[in-house]
């Protein structure tokens, strides 16, 4: 399910560093059928996130 609000698409270096973070931050890092096989993952992006704060 792809959520409410922003979300960007990270390029990583591999399908083994995608499926990393996909079982380290799943309440961040997320991904859909599109992105089968491709070495990106989506990011939500919400405020209390440091990288949304500026730090």
Request: aromatic letters at 6%.
């Amino acid at each position: 399910m792809i959520p409410d609000g922003p979300v960007m698409v990270a390029s990583v270096p591999d399908e083994g560093a995608k499926a990393a973070l996909l079982a380290a931050e799943p309440d961040v890092s997320f991904t859909t059928s599109h992105f089968d096989g491709w070495a990106a993952v989506l990011c939500r992006l919400v405020a209390e996130h440091p990288l949304t704060r500026g730090g």
